[in-house]
């Protein structure tokens, strides 16, 4: 029989249980997957926001939002459409019951065991197919999980020396699964944002042309120091990373935009003697304006509305 076995609220950054089900089932393989559910625990950081684990008669399905995941055990013949939907649903009444300051603040394990009663109503309705099927609209559920299919794991990563600790991106990105970087979103473009986007692309341009004139300058005048065409292309560079930075994630991002505007100031230093105050002014503002710009425009959270 398909149905839905446990399920639990957990924060991300370490584990700790905020809420869980009341569960009567005890068969050993119900047991053995609640170690699997504290071992996936400490790991909720450090994998994609949309996973699944097989574990022989049981699967273990989980997603995480704004800091808190929601984890399911259901049978192995338990369509992973009605898996994920009962997971958003979890999500969705636990992010309008809670705010993010008392789940951010909470030191007790299971401090919201009173979500527990939702959870068991929600459990309920959840094995008995019969009456979602009218409320649901299946079609739409079965293609974004066919868009957006969770990332698999497997037992052998749980028993493995170094665990979840070096699932990089990259590793995602090679299974063909979902991955956390190259599917995270950034927060909506804004107008400030667009102007330093515009300005850091002049001011690389502007680089650019200038390096292509100081090789002109170093081709007809041998005493031309070929340090300054060095400048101007990192110059150059840098002005097209901060781009970069600004419209994709990745890793360490803020760090980045910070080493990438002290290469702006320190080749702007080393021109000084090609380009007057007002111009040294205007690259590095719009370098410093652009790496505001990458630091405002944060990760996106999933939307508690989002369809599975």
Known sequence: MSMILSASVVRVRDGLPLSASTDYEQSTGVQECRKYFKMLSKKLSQLPDRCTLKTGQYNINFISSLGVSYMMLCTENYPSVLAFCFLDELQKEFITTYNMMKTNTAVRPYCFIEFDNFIQRTKQR?????????????????????????????????????????LSAAECKGTGKISAAPHQRLEPVT?????????????????LIRGFHAIESLLQNEGEDFSYVIAFFLGTAACLYQCYLFVYYTGWRNAKSFLTFGLICLCNMYLYELRNLWQLFFHVTVGAFATLQIRLRRPQGKSPHYNV
């Open 126 to 166: 959840y094995n008995n197919t019969r009456s979602l099927s009218t409320k649901m609209n299946l079609a739409d559920m079965q293609t974004e999980i066919k868009l957006r299919p969770p990332y698999q794991i497997f037992l052998s990563d749980l028993g493995s020396a170094n665990g979840f600790a070096h």
């Open 191 to 207: 107008l400030p944002g667009i102007v330093s986007f515009v300005l850091s692309l002049l001011c690389g341009a502007l680089n």
